[in-house]
């Protein structure tokens, strides 16, 4: 069935839904991050210093000023910035801000968008109209007769 894909790719796409911050005014990207690409968070409250640590070994790999603030016109608030780019071994990490919070734990890896990345190239497949699609994602099987086999107008 077309509607039992949609909650798969809705959590992977939005994979931040399922892993709510610990401090909700730092926003990052929980899917991850690419080793050599940059890497930002966003911070909703007042702040100059951050560190990034290894949630395995709970070493602070890396620690700096973060920009800011900016305002936000169209919603209203300050945001302060943390540039996280020079940290680039492959891991499970958190961004600290003090007086802040913890943000959610983050990926630095090679394949952090691969998974969400083939669930959505499969939905476009198995939402397919106009010939009958039957196949299987990570487990489960989808499929539904033809549909929408006349001309719209």
Not at 6 to 33: C, E, Q, T
């Amino acid at each position: 069935m077309r509607r039992g894909l949609a909650p798969i790719v809705l959590s992977s796409v939005f994979l931040a839904s399922s892993v709510w911050a610990a401090d909700s005014d730092i926003r990052l990207n929980s899917l991850g991050f690419l080793p050599q690409l940059p890497k930002k968070a966003t911070i909703l409250a007042p702040c100059s210093d951050f560190a990034v640590k290894n949630v395995t070994t709970g070493e602070t790999v890396f620690t700096g000023k973060a920009a800011g603030p900016v305002h936000q016109d169209d919603v209203s608030q300050d945001a302060w910035t943390a540039d996280l780019s020079l940290v680039t071994a492959r891991g499970r990490f958190c961004l600290d801000v003090p007086g802040v919070g913890r943000s959610p734990e983050f990926e630095i890896g090679d394949a952090v968008c691969d998974f969400a990345f083939r669930t959505a190239m499969r939905a476009f497949y198995l939402w397919r109209c106009g010939t009958a699609v039957r196949g299987e994602h990570d487990g489960q099987v989808y499929s539904h007769a033809a549909c929408h086999l006349e001309d719209g107008w």
